[in-house]
């Protein structure tokens, strides 16, 4: 529980908000507008959303200065100019507050190798493994069952949540998150042929992840094959993406879960690849470059925008007969095209 | 070994089966039609595979009464209603029969808190980890490198394989199954934009899974951001299926594996959606919603049914026309109602 | 640092290359010819890239014959009849003389089960468990927080990385190398429908693995139902590979991350698929067959070749028109017909 005065105060330093309502209001939670009861605090992220905001139930609201006639009309409410944006810092205090988090020491079950160099300041947890030459930073939280790898690097204030691999040399920046099933530097997948069989290329590069780096659970990032793989700064990967050997991801751009990106492909900065999409290897994505869902990029993409490439969804039986004349369709533009030149052309033909 | 009238028997209080054969004939193992030779037990699951029963080499056969004339006629037989599901329960027996469990107990290596609450008859394997304030039901069994967070509830003889991580505050019902890699309440992906870097939402919320649940190796749940994620009972994930942020998966529905589901998505019961499958955030599928593989879902879909939308394969160099003619089908569209207005209307036109 | 006589000397036995330069030539490392420097060895593989010879600045660089005269020309070069397979056993001499594995024995913190048969040549890291019944080979290496279960066997000089699961039964050959978070005989999703919930179908089958198979990073190869999933010499499959329950890939088959095999799929020898690509179950595909990235494999495929069925991406306004028209494209098709019905057949018809 917070007092919603306290909540605001703790912001105060961040966002100019006023909050319009009782600074003694006891806050037992944050929940969304359509849920949230008399002791939960909520948020109004955009004004299409206005007509929930009438019925909600929750204690106080957080709403930008346009919406805040309408907010204080049913009852207390904080208006700052990013709602949304204050919301996610209110989480993060809120997390602060009531989370938990390791204490600073090494688990009495962990193995550490005495040529590792482990911060003070460093917690790690129970059966984790530091190998020889490892750093971990200071504030570098290593979770139970996470293995840092020889010669790897963990930045300050780093979390690696339980089960976590950092093979050997990747090196990581400052205040990022791994959660549970990451796997950073497995060997990309690197082969000659070699008369019907493949030859192994050792994959003799590393890993290199900037500050502020995101992945979710069981994602994967391999190891270069002689260069290095590089996360920028800022970059966020949801559950079960896979970023293949030598790729590069630009500073702050967001991929959502099962994204393939092969080897080689270099991604700009502030992009985002939408769930289960698939980035074929060696191509270049410019900066603000947007991928739809499931869609596969097969080729470099030099301007920003938006692109998508999904066949659309129907029921089974319209999409069978749709999917069997698409296997026809370049021979029906040629029978389109025969047909359009036994026409005479007409005088006036419409644009 | 079992002896096929001690099949019969184990199952006899829930199918009214009838054995026509020696139940003094011994069982070695359970195979398919093709494969089983004479110590071995099959079953026929549907009447198209009819052809295969007449020259299978097995046993004893498992068949329906429509078929037990040609069964008999080539040997033992069982007969009862439904083959299949019968057939499920005899491996479940075989199982119980032939497998191995960990017995009760907690295993020397183990780090079980002293603040978990773990009841006597659970086990808990090599290296795993019970923290503070986690409850661990009767008969349920943690294998080896699990971890079960502060605050996690495993309900009873539900069983963890090796390495399964549930996060804290987590709930798992009961008889549930979790195959190896399973994560279970890492962060949703939440952020706020702020000036073109991303502002964590810290993720409240948690996960509730119901009873006779099962997910498969590396799947992953991840927890709500304010509300929490729902897995209904008797809900079937395969491997490798990510399910976002505050999604709800209705009853006894079965995804396959590599699945996505993005946040907040809302699927019925009784649904089954195929392998690969993409099912985009804030949607609603109704009940008895069936998706094909590799069909990415863009909108919700209110009527039960089968839906469909993947590009079919085709060999390169047609895909290659078809594919190019495809980014002009509009204007193809465009050229044949134009031809259509140049040609005067028939006077009996056909339909 | 090795010299440039000393790596043609030890590959001097499998390759006829001549060295076209100074044997004493220090090599710092291995680079691409873009970055490579003057105490760097590259390669390049094929003639295309031969404008980027020139401008090499790297060391030394192994090229073939037919390239001979444009290498000399810029400086010391090994040639050979195939760069790239060389340069492939280079990293491997690379490797071998720079990398550090696991020296032989059981690390203090590791579980060996007494009933397990465990070579003294093999190596287990810390917090691995092998259980009752397994088999560990000679020279076997099983990684940090790896578990071999029960009656599992590992073949000689094979590697588990940290943190692999081989579960009860499964074998693999020798010399495989397997990547964190791979999971060996995890249940195959089977399931037998009673009543609108699911009746598990207990997975009696295991995984067999032949040699020289290689497996990337959380990649899942479910046992099989009844008989065995099996995976042929020489396999290699990327990161968050899926292989259903029953599945058959053959001898030197390829697969990119992503992929996903449903059960029962019959895969055969040297095929390569493509990244995220989706294999349906109880297919065949034949030697010989590749499938194009992110492609859905909806029927068996009898003839070797190139196959590709995937929505070409666009600019996304572009592709909602052509996807809008898509869903009527079998009603195009009729109405084309039906105006080719009312043009007269001409006389002398364009072919």
Known sequence: ?????????????????????????????????????????????????????????????????????????????????????????????WKRRHGSRLPPGIHPTAFVDTQAQLDPTASVGAFAVIEAGAFVGAGVCVGAHSVVGQGAFIGANTTLAARVTVA???????????????????????????????????????????????????TCVDRGALGDTLIGDGVKLDNLVQIGHNVQVGAHTAMAGCVGVAGSARIGERCSIGGGAIILGHLSLADGVHVSAASVVTRSITQPGLYTGLFPIDDNASWEKNAATLKQLHGLRDRLKRLEGRLPPTQHQNP
């Open 168 to 218: 050997s040399g990747c090196r990581i920046g400052q205040r990022g998150l791994f959660h549970p099933g990451v796997v950073i530097g497995a060997d990309g997948f690197g082969f000659a042929p070699d008369a019907g069989r493949w030859e192994k290329i050792e994959q003799l590069g590393s890993v290199r992840i900037g500050d502020d780096v995101e992945m979710g659970a069981n």
């Open 1 to 93: 529980m917070l007092l919603l005065g306290h909540i605001v105060q703790a912001l105060a330093a961040d966002f100019q908000a006023e909050l319009a309502g009782p600074a003694d209001l006891p806050i037992h939670a944050l929940a969304p507008l359509e849920t949230a009861g008399p002791g939960e605090l909520s948020f109004l992220s955009h004004p299409k959303y206005q007509s929930k905001l009438a019925v909600s139930r929750a204690g106080c609201v957080i709403v930008s200065p346009a919406m805040q006639t309408a907010a204080l009309s049913r009852g207390p409410a904080i208006i700052v100019n990013d709602p949304y944006l204050y919301f996610a810092r209110v989480t993060q205090f």
